[in-house]
């Protein structure tokens, strides 16, 4: 194992580029507007969002927080897609956050329950794009037919 051990501390260390802007991107889903001494404006409006009015006018005035406050505090994550499904008799809202890490990133998921008490993050996944395969030519051997 060629990568230092983080000695039992209470962070995992991000070891490349695209771990460290995830990690970011989750503080700031994680954090709520006004939580933050001296950056007042840095996070979100999730949890507050949960106390609102459930409404389908809340999920677009969510969509467009969240997807400008990605722009504005980190620009080198690039949103695919926001989906919100509102659990209306749970007081919770799911969010399937759709995106990669700059324009050579692979696609990411996270999948986001907003709660009464809490804001969790459920799932990190890359999203597998299929490919596939289309034949464009064939190779027909020219020496014999024992094919030597």
């Known amino acids: 194992n ?3 051990k983080s000695g039992g501390s209470v962070f995992a ?6 771990d460290q802007a995830i990690s970011n991107l989750k503080n700031l889903l994680l954090t709520s507007k006004g939580e933050r001494i001296m950056q007042p404006e840095f996070g979100t409006f999730i949890r507050n969002s949960i106390f609102e009015q459930n409404t389908e006018t809340l999920v677009e005035i969510l969509r467009e ?3 400008s406050d990605i722009n504005r505090w980190l620009p080198y994550i690039l949103i695919n897609s926001i989906d919100i499904n509102r659990r209306i008799d749970q007081n919770a809202i799911d969010f399937s956050l759709k995106f990669r890490v700059g324009k050579r990133g692979a696609n990411r998921i996270i ?3 907003a ?3 809490e804001i969790t993050i459920i799932s ?3 999203e597998m794009e299929t490919t596939q395969l289309i034949q464009v030519d064939t190779f027909t051997p020219s020496f014999g037919s024992t094919g030597y």
Do not use: A, G, H, M
């Open 65 to 67: 927080s969240i997807t």
């Open 115 to 117: 709660q009464e008490n």
């Open 13 to 18: 260390l991000s070891y490349t580029t695209e």
């Open 111 to 113: 999948n986001i329950l």
């Open 124 to 126: 990190e996944d890359v």
């Open 2 to 4: 060629s990568k230092p």
